[in-house]
C-alpha cells in the first residue's frame, strides 16, 4: 500500500510541473492541429493527442510538452493495473478502478468531461476552447487522480487483512496460528474410538493409583494407631 502511495505522489507532482505549463500545452495542441488541418473537432482522445505529436509536430517545446502530457497518462494507466493486485476488489474500489481505465482508454472520446471545483485547469480556458476544443483533454489527468485518491481512502477503511501484497498478490494475514496447531489439528481429526480408548487407558490408570493410595494410607494408619503387633511365638502352651 505504501508503494502505492509513493507511485501516486510522484504522478502528482509531475502533473503540478505539467499544470504550470497549460498555456504551453494548449498552444502545442492548436499548433499541431492546425498542422494536421484538424481545427474543427475538439481534442477528445489520448490517441489523437499521440497522433498530433507524431505526425504534426514541428519543434521541441510542444514535442516536449506534449509527451508529458503522455507520460502522465501512461503512468496513471500503469498505476490503476498495479492498484487491482493490492485488493481482491469490493463493489466501490471495483467501480473506481473501472472507471480509470475507461478515462484512460488510448480512443475513449473525453469531450464531454469536466474536471470542477476545487481544479480549475478549464477556468483558464476561453468559453470557445472550453466549450469546443479543449475542456475535456484538461480534465482527463485531474479527473482520474482523484478517482485514485478515492480508491484509497475507501481501500484504507477496509480490514487489513484484506489487502494484498502488491509484489505477489498474496494475502497478508495479521494473525499467525500457534506452533502446536498442527498437533491440534492432528488430535481433533482422531476417530472417536482413539479418544474413547485413550479416555479409558487415563481413567484405569487414576483408579489404580487411587488403590495403591488408599491400601498405603490405611497401612499407615495401623502402623500409627498404637495397636503394636507383638514378638511371633510359636503355638501351644505360653507362660
Known amino acids: 500500500m505504501n508503494e ?8 502528482e507532482q509531475n502533473y503540478k510541473l505539467f499544470l504550470q505549463q497549460q498555456f504551453t500545452f494548449i498552444g502545442a495542441l492548436q499548433r499541431t492541429r492546425e498542422n494536421a488541418h484538424d481545427v474543427i473537432r475538439p481534442v477528445a482522445s489520448i490517441s489523437q493527442v499521440q497522433s498530433y505529436m507524431d505526425h504534426h509536430c514541428n519543434n521541441s517545446t510542444d514535442r ?5 502530457f503522455l507520460n502522465i497518462c501512461n503512468d496513471l494507466s500503469k498505476l490503476c493495473h498495479k492498484l487491482e493486485t493490492v485488493h481482491p476488489g469490493n463493489n466501490t474500489t471495483n467501480g473506481i478502478l473501472e472507471r480509470c481505465k ?6 475513449n472520446n473525453l469531450s464531454a468531461i469536466r474536471a470542477k471545483y476545487p481544479h480549475d485547469v478549464v477556468n483558464h480556458l476561453s468559453c470557445d476552447e472550453a466549450k469546443n476544443h479543449y475542456g475535456g483533454v484538461v480534465s482527463l489527468i485531474p479527473i482520474v487522480l482523484d478517482c485514485m485518491k478515492e480508491w484509497v481512502t475507501h481501500i484504507e477503511k477496509l480490514p487489513r487483512h484484506m489487502l494484498y501484497n502488491v509484489s505477489g498478490g498474496s494475502a497478508v494475514s495479521e494473525k499467525r496460528a500457534p506452533q502446536d496447531a498442527p498437533a491440534r489439528a492432528a488430535i481433533s481429526q482422531a476417530p472417536p474410538s482413539v479418544h474413547l480408548k485413550a479416555q479409558t487407558s487415563n481413567d484405569n490408570v487414576q483408579v489404580q ?11 499407615d494408619t495401623e502402623n500409627h494407631s498404637g495397636r503394636r503387633k507383638g514378638p511371633w511365638k510359636p503355638p501351644g502352651r505360653h507362660a
Open 64 to 68: 516536449r510538452i506534449l509527451n508529458m
Open 209 to 219: 493409583g487411587s488403590k495403591q493410595v488408599r491400601k498405603k494410607n490405611l497401612n
Open 102 to 107: 475507461l478515462l484512460l482508454s488510448h480512443n
Open 4 to 11: 502505492v502511495k509513493e507511485a501516486l505522489r510522484n504522478i
